[in-house]
């Protein structure tokens, strides 16, 4: 079945310089997948935008299928709800009715997840027991499952940094929480291109460095987020009419301000985007065609979402855009990265 060509690239069986054997469907039902997960991260946006995450205070994979079914279970729910950092500090006062809005955001979130699972699982064991699969593709299609379970352990694990003594969420949590997701999306969309339109593989380069600023800089937009850094210094391109605000190393020892500090995550995320805008934009002058047309107009759109999200001070329909278009970003570069300046044939 498999020539001497075959290379092992994230595991999987590569023939003629980049395409995966499988059949077609494999790479539909991949590229559908991934869809999921960009619905997924989109929602977990709008769960953080919306002070949802911490509306649900018990982890339950199995057991916690359904929602509250009667008045009294939703009591029950609010009641737990009450007794956590969230809402003695900043909700005390909230009415049921309040309550349950944002226990459904959480909610569809994590039933989201759960669809994706199946939508993921009981394909893959179709497909194996057809013989669909090649040997290495499975392992590396079972290694990216194990990656989704992952991320739902981190997800717990980070709503647990907000149940302790803080009303809120760690930003290193998040900010790992968001990177594995985007890094299983990568996977997916990369295995699945290259099934339904097999082509030889663009020579990467440096494009690959780019692609590792556009991931730095999403993870800079998770710190940004978990410290609410986004309601602080909403004038652009200034920061309140000044360039360095004061401050920038206000904590001690001045390295925790890159990570803990609102300013300073603001600013280095104003940095991060003028840098990944100019290796966008070199990428594109070097890779030029279709494809890094698509890129370039990915980056334009991003970067006005950043600004008037940043302006307005972070409606949640702006922030959900602007992940979007950073998660948009990410599949151009990376589609150029891996294909060069072409578009699917």
Same mark, same amino acid.
């Given at each position: 079945m498999l020539k001497q060509d075959v290379e092992i690239v994230f595991g999987c069986e590569r023939i003629a310089g980049g395409a995966i054997q499988a059949p077609r469907a494999v790479g539909v039902w991949l590229l559908l997948v991934a869809v999921l997960v960009v619905a997924m991260t989109l929602l977990g946006g709008a769960t953080r935008l919306t002070q949802s995450g911490l509306s649900i205070v018990e982890w339950k994979p199995v057991t916690g299928l359904l929602p509250p079914m009667s008045d009294a279970a939703w009591q029950r729910a609010f009641e737990q709800y009450q007794r &956590?950092?969230?809402?003695?500090?900043?909700? +005390?006062?909230?009415?049921?009715?309040?309550?349950?809005?944002? !226990? /459904?955001?959480?909610? *569809?979130?994590?039933?989201?997840? /759960?669809?994706?699972?199946?939508?993921?699982?009981? $394909?893959?064991?179709? &497909?194996?027991?057809? @013989? @669909?699969?090649? +040997?290495?593709?499975?392992?590396?299609? *079972?290694?990216?499952?194990?990656?989704?379970?992952?991320?739902?352990?981190?997800?717990?694990?980070?709503?647990q940094s907000g149940l302790v003594d803080r009303p809120d969420v760690s930003q290193y949590r998040l900010a790992i929480h968001l990177g594995l997701a985007v890094a299983i999306l990568?996977?997916?969309? +990369?295995? %699945?291109?290259?099934?339904?339109? $097999?082509?030889?593989?663009? /020579?990467?380069?440096?494009?690959?460095?780019?692609?590792?600023?556009?991931? #730095?800089? #999403?993870?800079?937009? *998770?710190?940004?987020? %978990?410290?609410?850094?986004?309601?602080? !210094?909403?004038?652009?391109?200034?920061?309140?009419?000044?360039?360095? $605000?004061?401050?920038?190393?206000?904590?001690? $020892?001045?390295?925790?301000?890159?990570?803990?500090?609102?300013?300073?995550?603001?600013?280095?995320? /104003?940095?991060?985007?003028?840098?990944?805008?100019?290796?966008?934009l070199a990428l594109w002058w070097h890779r030029r065609g279709p494809a890094g047309t698509v890129m370039l107009l990915a980056l334009a759109v991003q970067v006005g979402l950043g600004i008037a999200t940043l302006l307005l001070q972070v409606p949640v329909a702006l922030g959900v855009l602007h992940q979007a278009g950073a998660l948009a970003l990410f599949l151009a570069v990376l589609w150029v990265a891996d294909r060069g300046g072409s578009t699917p044939a």
């Open positions: &956590f950092p969230e809402y003695q500090k900043l909700n +005390r006062g909230m009415s049921l009715a309040e309550f349950k809005a944002i !226990y /459904r955001f959480e909610y *569809a979130h994590r039933l989201l997840g /759960r669809a994706i699972g199946a939508a993921f699982l009981l $394909p893959f064991l179709w &497909f194996l027991w057809r @013989r @669909r699969l090649p +040997r290495s593709l499975a392992w590396g299609l *079972a290694g990216i499952f194990l990656f989704g379970g992952l991320q739902g352990l981190v997800g717990w694990w980070m709503v990568g996977l997916l969309a +990369r295995l %699945g291109w290259r099934i339904l339109w $097999p082509a030889p593989a663009a /020579r990467g380069g440096w494009a690959w460095a780019v692609l590792a600023l556009v991931y #730095l800089q #999403l993870l800079s937009g *998770a710190l940004v987020a %978990g410290l609410d850094g986004g309601l602080h !210094y909403n004038t652009f391109p200034d920061m309140n009419g000044m360039w360095l $605000p004061p401050e920038l190393w206000a904590q001690q $020892p001045a390295w925790v301000n890159l990570f803990e500090n609102p300013t300073t995550v603001q600013f280095d995320h /104003r940095v991060g985007a003028y840098a990944t805008s100019l290796a966008v």
